[in-house]
Every structure is written in C-alpha cells, then in structure tokens.
C-alpha cells in the first residue's frame, strides 16, 4: 500500500513536468525533433570566403571517412533510466515504471483506492483469558461474537478449565456471556467510533431436522438476543438485519460462511480510512522493529514520528492505537513512558503467567511455584 500510494504522487508530479507534455516521445534516444536539430550542418566562414560546415571541415582533416550505419537506439523510456538507482526498491520501481507508461498512454493515473488492509484475530474465549481481551478491543473493528446454538441461551455455560482440560458450568449463562463480550467492546472502544458487532450462530444443522425446523429455532433465538439488547447502551453496536448462522460439517457454499465474509466486508468498508502517505511510512519502520522489540520508549518513538515529518503524534499514536498495531496509554503513569508495539508479544508474556499449571496437578513444580510466590 505505500509503495501504490508513493507511486500514485509520483507519477502525477511527473505528469505534471513539462517533458510529459503532449508530444512528448519517452525514448532513451533524442526525439524526431531533437535529431532534425543537432544534424543540421553549422556553417561557418573558411579563409577562402567558401561556405562550409564543421562536419565537413571534421572529414577534410582525415585521410580515412567512413560512414557507418547509425546504431539502432533502444527504445526505452528515459525515467527508466534516469530512476534506476540502487536505493529504490525493484519492486517499486517496476510499478513505477508500469504505471507511467498506462499514464502516458491515456490511463487513469490514479491508483486502485479500494485496496486495504485487515487483521482476524481469534480470540481464547476461556474466563481466564478476559484479562488480556481489552488488548483487542480495538476502535476501528468488527467483532465477531461467536456462540453454540444447539445449547439454550439461558442455559449456565460450560467452560473448559485451561489447567485440566475438563468441562465445568460457569455461574454465567450462554446469553450473559454474549452480552458479556458485546459489553466489553462498548467500553474499551473510543468514543464516537463506528464499530459493529456481529452475532453468529454454530450447530445450525443441529437446530431440526427439517428447513423450516431450523428456521424457526433460529427466529426464536434471535428473538430473545434482540430483547436483551433492548435499551442497553451499547445496542446501537449490534448489527440487527439479521443472525448469521453457519454449519462447520457441510461444504462451503453450504455453510453459510460466504454470507458472513460479504457482511463483514461491507461494515469494514465503512471504517477505511485515507491516510498521510508518512503515516504508513512510520508504519512499515514500526514492523520491522517489531521482529526484534516488544516495545520502545515513547522517546524513541517520538525520535521516529520527528523524522517522519509526523506533527500531530498523539493523533498518530492513538490511530495506531485503535486499528491495534501498538499499545498507547498517555494517561498511564507507568505505560505513558513505554509504547507496546509487538501486541502477540505481549499476548505470549501474559498466556505463560495465567495458565500455570497447579503444582496439585503436576508436583514437580512446586518449587517454581514457591519461587513465583516468594517473588
């Protein structure tokens, strides 16, 4: 995306230049006019009075006169030539170099605009993983709230113990959970983002036997999902055209996943934004450091936004914030001197702490745990 967007200026500011104007040939060799201009013969007096010319005077003076073929001029345009130099990137320069050329020839000079870029993450749905959640409470996003319909919704819900495997009931019911996660995106989310939660149901072929069946069970299901959601402040949040269902054992095209991906991409669409072409630089710079660094002190980062030409920051940090590339919390006392910019990273740190095995479980641990309590 930065290399298109860098193109799409560069190729409008060479537009722009008065050697791209109509009539322009983009040969490496002079133009037809160009050629008419430095053959024609420059005369010049002789000390005879005759009139004669350089080039004649040039074959006077050797005894040998020659008269070649001229060698066939490669026909490559001169910005080929001009930008190959070793700290442009091939790629860019081949997208460069085509885009030009589709310009020159009466194209659009506008790059395609409908290009971007998301992010799926899967979160763990265990109660001990809510801790780490908010991370990816991001504001500009669509949540997915996923739940088996083949279990009641009022029905308490069983979760998976993260230590033994096992199943247990959990004081919360299917439903509370549901708004449970719905709840957690209105308050993490910033204010005034237009962020969409989608309801989706599994087991759909598990519903009846027949169609109609399932049909119905679904209608009923919705019917109280869309009542619990009455005059809650977040139920704005939820889409509500309708509850996506899906069914893991049969085909794709039977699934009902197609359905969900195109709803998905359209209230995606609905957050794209435009950004600076240097916004997207800092972004590049900031995953490459990522594959070394779990963070950075806001000062460095501050260094780089500086460099990049970048006057708004807190603006920038907190955009990075919201698509969920860094971790930017200037309010935090401790947080405010240190920005996370590897998210998984961090994920990883907290996933070793909270799923510790129980020294009742395994004893050869229970020395570690002594160390881990003594601090």
């Known amino acids: 995306m930065y290399q298109d967007a860098v193109t799409d200026v560069t190729v409008k500011q060479m537009l722009k230049s008065p050697r791209h104007t109509k009539g322009y040939t983009p040969r490496a060799g002079p133009s037809k006019q160009e050629t008419k201009s430095e053959s024609r013969p420059e005369k010049e007096k002789n000390p005879t009075g005759a009139s004669t010319s350089k080039q004649e005077a040039k074959s006077g003076e050797t005894s040998k006169s020659?008269?070649?073929?001229?060698?066939?001029?490669?026909?490559?345009?001169?910005?080929?030539?001009?930008?190959?130099?070793?700290?442009?990137?091939?790629?860019?320069?081949?997208?460069f170099i085509t885009k030009l050329r589709f310009a020159r020839e009466g194209g659009d000079s506008k790059m395609d605009s409908n290009k971007f870029v998301m992010n799926i993450w899967d979160f763990g749905g265990q109660p001990i993983y809510h801790v780490i959640q908010r991370i990816f409470m991001v504001s500009y996003a669509v949540v997915c709230v996923v739940f088996n319909m083949n279990e009641g919704l009022n029905a308490p819900a069983k979760v998976r113990d993260p230590t033994t495997g096992k199943?247990?009931?959990?004081?919360?019911?299917?439903?509370?959970?549901?708004?449970?996660?719905?709840?957690?995106?209105?308050?993490?989310?910033?204010?005034?983002?237009?962020?969409?939660?989608?309801?989706?149901?599994?087991?759909?072929?598990?519903?009846?036997?027949?169609?109609?069946?399932?049909?119905?069970?679904?209608?009923?299901?919705?019917?109280?999902?869309?009542?619990?959601?009455?005059?809650?402040?977040?139920?704005?949040?939820?889409?509500?055209?309708?509850?996506?269902?899906?069914?893991?054992?049969?085909s794709f095209e039977k699934s009902g996943a197609s359905?969900?991906?195109?709803?998905?991409?359209?209230?995606?669409?609905?957050?794209?934004?435009?950004?600076?072409?240097?916004?997207?630089?800092v972004l590049l710079e900031i995953q490459?450091?990522?594959?070394?660094?779990?963070?950075?002190?806001?000062?460095?980062?501050?260094?780089?936004?500086?460099?990049?030409?970048?006057?708004?920051?807190?603006?920038?940090?907190?955009?990075?914030?919201?698509?969920?590339?860094?971790?930017?919390?200037?309010?935090?006392?401790?947080?405010k001197e240190k920005i996370v910019i590897?998210?998984?990273?961090?994920?990883?740190?907290?996933?070793?702490?909270?799923?510790?095995?129980?020294?009742?479980?395994?004893?050869?641990?229970?020395?570690?745990?002594?160390?881990?309590?003594?601090?």
């Open 259 to 281: 359905k969900i991906i195109l709803q998905i991409q359209k209230l995606v669409q609905m957050m794209i934004l435009t950004l600076p072409i240097k916004w997207l630089q």
């Open 288 to 335: 490459q450091l990522r594959k070394a660094k779990l963070y950075l002190p806001t000062s460095e980062i501050n260094d780089l936004l500086a460099r990049c030409k970048i006057t708004d920051r807190k603006l920038f940090l907190e955009y990075l914030h919201d698509i969920g590339e860094i971790l930017f919390y200037p309010d935090d006392k401790i947080l």
């Open 66 to 95: 020659s008269n070649p073929k001229p060698s066939p001029q490669k026909e490559e345009p001169v910005y080929e030539e001009k930008l190959e130099r070793p700290e442009i990137p091939k790629g860019f320069l081949n997208k």
């Open 167 to 250: 199943l247990y009931e959990h004081r919360m019911t299917n439903l509370d959970f549901i708004l449970f996660w719905i709840r957690s995106v209105f308050v993490n989310v910033r204010k005034g983002q237009n962020n969409k939660i989608m309801l989706i149901g599994t087991h759909y072929e598990s519903l009846g036997k027949t169609e109609q069946e399932r049909q119905q069970r679904v209608k009923e299901i919705e019917n109280i999902l869309w009542k619990a959601l009455e005059g809650k402040p977040f139920e704005d949040m939820v889409y509500q055209g309708e509850l996506f269902t899906i069914e893991n054992s049969v």
């Open 342 to 375: 590897d998210l998984m990273g961090v994920v990883d740190k907290f996933k070793t702490i909270i799923t510790v095995i129980d020294p009742s479980i395994q004893p050869s641990l229970k020395q570690l745990w002594r160390n881990l309590n003594g601090g």
